[in-house]
């Protein structure tokens, strides 16, 4: 697990700085040059944002089949982040199990593409 206890106190104008929106996974394949097991990912984040690329160590939960059509819940505007070969242009927002694999944060109930998270 990934716990590390409380983090500091901070502000709301932190929080309200992350633009997090949900997105519908529309492409997953393995990504073999990665360091760590992990799938390519493709996610559409609706007209104002469009289709975006990430990276997710997420193989030992999910299959490819699993994700296509899931909705997940991902930051949009952080910088983009070279892995191996790939550019990752959203960090995908997941939480450890009790075996320390990650199953992604996902909304309840099916949203609109780009809905922002508040």
């Known amino acids: 697990m990934h716990d590390k206890g409380l983090k500091p106190v901070t502000d709301f104008a932190t929080f309200t700085a992350l633009d997090i929106r949900i997105g519908t996974v529309v492409e997953a394949m393995p990504f073999p040059e990665a360091r760590n097991p992990s799938y390519l990912l493709l996610i559409n984040f609706g007209g104002e944002i469009g289709i975006k690329r990430s990276s997710a160590q997420i193989t030992t939960v999910y299959s490819c089949d699993d994700l296509v059509g899931s909705q997940i819940v991902a930051i ?25 694999d990650v199953v992604l944060l996902q909304p309840e109930r099916c949203v609109p593409d780009g809905t922002a998270v508040y």
């Open 76 to 100: 949009v505007n952080f910088p983009a982040k070279r892995i191996a070969s790939f550019e990752s242009e959203v960090l995908v927002l997941g939480v450890g199990n009790s075996q320390g």
